[in-house]
């Protein structure tokens, strides 16, 4: 199945879980894969597993995605070389919280901006290009906690449920435009981020009890059946599709 066909698909959080499995599938589908991370090392890992007949179809870009100036200079660089972005995919993010009164300025300051300014920042540089194209796709990661909450999760809670209404927002502001947007709502995923938290609480074996309570189906999910939701949002078959929030969470808000 080749539902991107040279299509441009622009990717933040590339580098690894979630982003990293979707820029290995959009690659599947015969897109042109822009990989945005501040891990230059995680980047180069994510070439090393492409094969050489696809380099050409992948730009890395290590950039923060939270500074302005830095999208800007990253959209511009995508503009020279492939004209312009039909895809993007909101998806860098970090997991460093709490409950109010154990977080710091820092911490709620540093949550706040790369889960969500940095949506605004890439869209605000990547809707003018889709608006002159007539047509694009914007998927952000947001996730169960957008719809959820759970104790000790203050910034990051605050931050995902920031994502799932500025998804809602941003699905108004410019379906007249043809741009559609939607987001996913991973539960727990087996990525470097979700196994950071994990072994934080004891470990795998300790925290599965808890894992399969919580999520019906019995398990973390894994990246790929994230990416799957992704490519679907972004393609022609979800075409009369925009403003969604996609659980994809293994029934864990089936409860
Ligand atoms: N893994 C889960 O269980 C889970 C559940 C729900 C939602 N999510 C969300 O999915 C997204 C991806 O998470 P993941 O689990 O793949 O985590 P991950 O840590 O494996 O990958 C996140 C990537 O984002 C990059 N990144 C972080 N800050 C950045 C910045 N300022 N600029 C550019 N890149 C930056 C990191 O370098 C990393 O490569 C996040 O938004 C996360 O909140 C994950």
């Not at 080749?2 to 015969?30: C, H, P, W, Y």
């Not at 897109?31 to 992948?58: M, S």
């Not at 290590?62 to 200079?73: F, G, P, S, T």
Request: proline share 4%; glycine share 8%.
């Amino acid at each position: 199945m080749e539902r991107f066909n040279d299509q441009v698909v622009m990717i933040t959080g590339a580098a690894s879980g979630i982003g990293k499995a979707t820029a290995l599938l959009f690659l599947e589908e015969n897109a042109r894969v822009v990989a945005v991370d501040i891990d230059r090392t995680g980047l180069d890992t994510l070439l090393e597993e492409i094969p050489e007949t696809k380099h050409e179809r992948v730009l890395p870009m290590v950039a923060d995605v939270v500074h302005l100036d830095q999208v800007e200079q990253m959209v511009h660089r995508v503009v020279q070389q492939w004209g312009r972005v039909d895809v993007l995919f909101n998806n860098a993010g970090i997991e460093e919280t709490d409950s109010i009164t154990n977080t710091t300025e820092a911490m709620w300051d540093r949550q706040i901006t790369v889960n969500l300014k940095s949506i605004f920042a890439c869209s605000k540089f990547v809707i003018p290009l889709m608006q002159e194209a007539g047509h694009g796709a914007i998927v952000n990661t947001a996730s169960i906690e957008g719809v959820v909450a759970e104790p000790r999760g203050a910034a990051y809670v605050a931050s995902k449920g920031g994502i799932v209404m500025l998804t809602k927002e941003m699905a108004l502001s410019y379906a007249t435009d043809n741009i559609r947007v939607n987001c996913v709502c991973p539960g727990w995923i087996d990525t470097p981020m979700a196994r950071r938290s994990i072994d934080k609480h004891g470990g795998l074996e300790m925290m599965m009890p808890e894992i399969q309570r919580l999520q019906p189906l019995g398990r973390l999910g894994t990246p790929q059946e994230v990416a799957k939701a992704v490519l679907f949002l972004a393609s022609e078959d979800a075409s009369f599709i925009t403003g969604t929030a996609l659980m994809v969470d293994g029934g864990y808000t089936a409860q």
